[in-house]
């Protein structure tokens, strides 16, 4: 596809509304007296350009699955993000003035409260990454015409997520993706290490397989050029380095330090008056290229997945729940076409590679680079495109939190499912033993966590999740369990299972994984002491079935024994501890990891660090001594 080169009129009508973009983000920034119009004036007609020249929109549906993504990495320059998409037409003017509002969702940074933004941006780093998902579900999947834009800033291009996600981007080929680097020199408190250096940029850029593309960001005809080149590149993603200035055509404020997050205050109506100056037409109008029937995304139900056969078990069967994990996501993915498996070179330990007996295009390999592994996976599930599991061992999703967090402001459907918890995996050590995961989900808002026990109860949570909105997370074991539940048992978010009682019942025992049947072992020692114990299986620990746990704690006189593979703060225990909180007459005791653990046999290390049946026995006869 040749260039054509745009007519003189366009290119100035190109120009004058990049100034305008920079006069909308010093008035609504001025209006809410806060924010970074500084930021946004070096990107000025980079979003002139991808707005009304380059990208293909729908203002009707503006997450249309077959338009263009954008995702402004740099979430801090959102006041110019906003103007584009009133200039382009999608709300008036006027509604800018709301920036950062209490009652408006045009907020500091951008979430998808607002219906024209996907993810919500603003901890550096992430965009690439999301942007990269975006692009794989484009590119292999709705196989569309619809390209991914991602605008990052040059200071947070020293976060190694980044360059994690320009890893994935170039192994993959992405060449429907786009990354524009906005070189623009300044950081928040000083310069960048890089500075203006853009060879440095260019060389990192090529070595990650990018088609590397050098570029004055303020010059419109050289944008325009550059993009267009990105459109007809294959097998490699562009990335475009854009020389920018903070504060552009901003007198004694361009390229100035301590210019970062201010508005413009007493000198704004100056440069508001010089910008004006600079434009030929003022009251230029573009409109945005629409979205084409050729080329669409296809549409898509990712609604009321289910297992493609129940589970088939035998109860007494010993079988580890993270292979019941891979099992049941081959049985989801054979139900429906759009789940997906994404993993970080851990597949063969949490068996998401049995989606591959399915469609082995539906695996993603996202190698050890787990930031960049929950990022592809939240730009994959976007405009519900697919619904998509990540798995690791559960430790590790410890260093992608920032991601998970931003998962959740993002309203993100992606479902986590960490296996190797706790010291029951033994001889690996504490580096590999998820020991913090259940209070790392549990802080997430809106996040749903599953903890089966068994291979049964695992198929299931696996189904539910598939049809959950919100942030799920699978806690897996690497020890084989027995089943105890029947094929058929229900399984519900937020209601927990007796799985023993009896009249006589002194105690409650609640344990989850390979703790219930450390609790189950230690009712059958305390009934040979005339002791007899009801154990439950919590089954979610988000949300608790307090109610379930109240009622059968109280059958029991009051005592009540928790006993989880986890560190005491955040886990199983408190969230008992919390149900337990507004009831009279309950004694808990809370038996957890108590400290950093070691290698050893699994057995060996339940039973030193204070989790294993007679440790639970101590702590019943302890109880009913008082």
């Not at 010089?274 to 109008?285: A, E, R, S, Y």
């Not at 539906?362 to 599930?381: M, P």
């Not at 109240?550 to 886990?571: A, L």
Request: charged residues 20%; contains cysteine; hydrophobic residues 40%.
């Amino acid at each position: 596809m040749s260039y054509h080169k745009p007519e003189a009129k366009t290119v100035q009508d190109l120009k004058d509304l990049a100034q305008k973009l920079r006069i909308h983000s010093i008035t609504s920034t001025q209006a809410s007296k806060s924010g970074h119009p500084t930021s946004c004036s070096s990107i000025a007609e980079i979003m002139s350009v991808l707005f009304f020249q380059q990208m293909k929109l729908n203002l009707k549906h503006p997450r249309d699955p077959s338009s263009d993504r954008l995702i402004l990495s740099k979430g801090h320059a959102a006041p110019i993000l906003y103007a584009a998409w009133a200039e382009a037409g999608l709300f008036p003017v006027e509604d800018l003035q709301n920036l950062r509002k209490i009652d408006s969702d045009l907020e500091g940074h951008p979430t998808p409260r607002l219906n024209f933004i996907d993810v919500g941006t603003g901890s550096l780093g992430q965009g690439v990454a999301v942007g990269a998902g975006m692009a794989y579900v484009g590119k292999n999947y709705d196989k569309a015409d619809y390209r991914t834009y991602v605008i990052v800033g040059d200071g947070e291009s020293a976060e190694g997520s980044v360059w994690e996600s320009l890893h994935f981007a170039g192994h993959y080929g992405l060449d429907n993706l786009c990354v524009i680097f906005d070189v623009n020199r300044l950081g928040q408190s000083e310069a960048t290490s890089l500075q203006h250096k853009l060879d440095i940029y260019r060389d990192r850029l090529e070595a990650f397989g990018f088609n590397t593309l050098v570029v004055d960001g303020h010059d419109v005809e050289e944008l325009c050029k550059a993009l267009h080149c990105a459109t007809v590149t294959k097998s490699k993603p562009t990335a475009l380095i854009a020389k920018t200035f903070k504060g552009k055509d901003f007198p004694n404020i361009e390229d100035a330090d301590n210019w970062h997050g201010k508005p413009l205050g007493d000198k704004a109506a100056e440069v508001v008056k010089h910008l004006q100056g600079l434009i030929v037409t003022k009251d230029v109008k573009l409109c945005p290229k629409t979205v084409g029937k050729s080329g669409a995304a296809p549409e898509v139900d990712i609604s009321n997945v289910k297992l493609s056969s129940p589970p088939s078990y035998k109860l007494g069967d010993s079988v580890a729940t993270r292979l019941a994990y891979g099992t049941a996501l081959a049985k989801i993915a054979k139900n429906n076409e759009r789940v997906i498996a994404l993993d970080g070179d851990t597949k063969n330990s949490t068996f998401s590679d049995k989606i591959k007996t399915v469609s082995a295009e539906r695996y993603i390999e996202c190698f050890i680079a787990e930031q960049n592994l929950v990022g592809v996976a939240v730009g994959a599930a976007c405009r519900r495109r697919t619904v998509a599991f990540v798995s690791t061992f559960a430790t590790f999703f410890t260093r992608a939190f920032d991601q998970i967090r931003m998962g959740a402001i993002s309203q993100t459907n992606v479902n986590f499912v960490g296996s190797h918890c706790g010291c029951s995996i033994g001889e690996d050590g504490p580096s590999q033993m998820g020991l913090e995961d259940i209070a790392m989900f549990r802080t997430i808002p809106g996040s749903t966590i599953f903890y089966p026990s068994d291979a049964v109860s695992t198929e299931r949570a696996v189904e539910l999740a598939a049809n959950t909105k919100g942030v799920c997370f699978i806690r897996t074991s690497r020890p084989n369990t027995c089943v105890i539940y029947e094929n058929d048992e229900p399984l519900c978010i937020g209601q927990g299972k007796v799985v023993r009682q009896k009249s006589s019942d002194e105690v409650l025992l609640i344990g989850a994984g390979i703790t219930l049947y450390e609790c189950l072992s230690a009712a059958d020692q305390l009934e040979k002491n005339c002791i007899t114990a009801r154990v439950i299986d919590p089954f979610t620990i988000k949300p608790l079935d307090a109610d379930l746990i109240i009622e059968h704690g109280k059958q029991c006189g009051g005592r009540v024994v928790v006993v989880e593979d986890h560190y005491q703060q955040g886990g199983l225990g408190e969230a008992v501890l919390s149900a337990l909180a507004g009831e009279r007459n309950f004694v808990v005791k809370h038996l957890y990891v108590p400290t950093v653990p070691r290698s050893g046999p699994p057995s060996v290390l339940i039973d030193m660090f204070g989790i294993s049946a007679r440790h639970v026995v101590a702590a019943v006869n302890d109880l009913l001594k008082q």
